[in-house]
């Protein structure tokens, strides 16, 4: 399997442009995580979901924040309008669900981006 | 409400000491805990994980753990530090553990660990 595969890897915007980040999990993982990494706070969870369905989108920071997952394959992260305080790697990561063991989380190798 | 604290944002040892990297933990439920490693410019990497059963947890380039509820810790050793284990290593732990995905975790803010030759 390829791992969790993200694109772009590195996307620079203007303030105020609409910035679309793509994520296709592992096949045959029903879950499916947005995190973002920061200097200042580190590694966080924006929202999940569980068979196509968001199920906690508590941290995602504000409105110009949304995230869809149309089918089990792909799921978008967009911003919008972009602001220079949204740079940052964001990662999306994808796991099983299911009262086994081996469920942990994949991660992808994130996307860079810088807002300027 | 669970969270991770990492003692030491930055830990430096000669190639061939023991590595230890420092992980507490709060929970209100039995933990799930995880370490991940990041080699600079890539995704996190599972290194290791404890779920239930023996605490002493062995993963992936000779790492191992312990989990010691008493202390509510979970520290990251290895006997012996190689050139290629330099990185940012990241200690976790699971919102929940009652089954389900172990994907939804909270991060400390990790430890870069430099390995001088």
């Known amino acids: 399997d390829a791992g969790v595969i993200q694109s772009p890897r590195h996307e620079v915007t203007e303030m105020g ?22 200097m200042m706070r580190g590694l966080e969870l924006l929202i999940y979901f569980n068979n196509n369905v968001p199920i906690d989108d508590s941290g995602m920071p504000e409105d ?5 997952m149309p089918n089990a394959s792909f799921s978008t992260l967009k911003i919008q309008p972009s602001e220079p305080r949204d740079s940052a790697v964001y990662f999306c990561a994808s796991s099983p669900w299911g009262r086994r063991q081996g469920t942990e989380a994949f991660f992808g190798q994130g996307t860079r981006l810088t807002v300027v | 409400a669970q969270s991770v604290t990492q003692l030491g944002s930055h ?33 996190l990497q599972l290194l290791l994980k404890y779920t239930t059963g023996a605490t002493l947890v062995k993963g992936i380039n000779g790492f191992e753990a312990e ?16 050139m290629s284990d330099a990185a940012a290593y990241f200690c976790a732990v699971s919102r929940s553990n009652y089954g389900g995905s172990q994907g939804n975790l909270i991060f400390g803010k990790g430890t870069k660990l430099s390995v001088k030759p």
């Open chain 1, 17 to 38: 442009q609409e910035v679309t980040l793509r994520c296709k999990p592992i096949s045959g993982h029903n879950s499916l995580f947005w995190y973002r990494q920061t």
């Open chain 2, 11 to 43: 830990v430096s040892v000669s190639e061939g000491a023991l590595v230890l990297l420092r992980c507490n933990y709060s929970s209100s439920v039995p933990p799930y805990l995880f370490w991940y490693v990041q080699y600079p410019n890539q995704g």
């Open chain 2, 67 to 82: 989990f010691k509820k008493s202390e509510t810790s979970f520290h990251l050793t290895k006997p012996s530090a190689h």
């Open chain 1, 64 to 68: 110009r924040f949304s995230a869809k």
